[in-house]
T-cell receptor, first 108, second 114 residues
Framework: GIQVEQSPPDLILQEGANSTLRCNFS?????LQWFHQNPWGQLINLFY???GTKQNGRLSATTVATERYSLLYISSSQTTDSGVYFC??????????FGTGTRLQVTL | DTEVTQTPKHLVMGMTNKKSLKCEQH?????MYWYKQKAKKPPELMFV???????INESVPSRFSPECPNSSLLNLHLHALQPEDSALYLC?????????????FGPGTRLTVL
């Protein structure tokens, strides 16, 4: 099956810092999504980004499908950004396969 | 309204109990999903319903029995579970089946099997 690896696995930031999270996938995929899971377990869809770049406030994402990776940028981090960030790819068809996750802690 | 609700929030059950998890959405979505998430692991797909019909069963043991009584409601019936079934159970919905549609997740049910 497809391998979806995220790095780093854990990240601790001070409030206000910037960070880049990476998602590598081992096969061609139809699309890619980024999710944030807060400390209480709620999963929120951040981006649907099969290719190209999108921005939403302090977050932006870039997917280079031909090179099989995606990046999530977080700028001016806040404590509410803490949680686990997952990328998820459509593989096989009609199914989301989640990556290994990056656990982010933002401290004051 | 982009909300998916799940009840109960927490559930503790013995291996001989029968219990049910409930998921509801009022967004007019025609696809609904059950995922299982073990601690410190990513969610894993269990079942997908499309237009109230079971479309995908990811080889889930029969002690988990899904049901979709109508387009807004999804249940997961539990019977004779094992301690290793303890996990966070997440429900999601999307406009149609297929990962190209944004999936909206509920807050989950934390299940502990004693």
């Amino acid at each position: 099956g497809i391998q979806v690896e995220q790095s780093p696995p854990d990240l601790i930031l001070q409030e206000g810092a910037n960070s880049t999270l990476r998602c590598n996938f081992s096969d061609s995929v139809n699309n890619l999504q980024w999710f944030h899971q807060n400390p209480w377990g709620q999963l929120i869809n951040l981006f649907y980004i099969p290719s190209g770049t999108k921005q939403n406030g302090r977050l932006s994402a870039t997917t280079v499908a031909t090179e099989r990776y995606s990046l999530l940028y977080i700028s001016s981090s806040q404590t509410t950004d803490s949680g686990v960030y997952f990328c998820a790819v459509e593989w096989p068809a009609s199914k989301l396969t989640f990556g290994t996750g990056t656990r982010l802690q933002v401290t004051l | 309204d982009t909300e998916v609700t799940q009840t109960p929030k927490h559930l503790v059950m013995g291996m001989t109990n029968k219990k049910s998890l409930k998921c509801e959405q009022h967004m007019g979505h025609r696809a609904m999903y059950w995922y299982k998430q073990k601690a410190k692991k990513p969610p894993e797909l269990m079942f997908v319903y499309s237009y109230e019909k079971l479309s995908i069963n990811e080889s889930v043991p029969s002690r988990f029995s899904p049901e979709c009584p109508n387009s807004s409601l999804l249940n997961l019936h539990l019977h004779a579970l094992q301690p290793e079934d303890s996990a966070l159970y997440l429900c999601a919905s999307s406009q149609t089946m297929g990962a190209t549609d944004t999936q909206y997740f509920g807050p989950g049910t934390r299940l502990t099997v004693l």
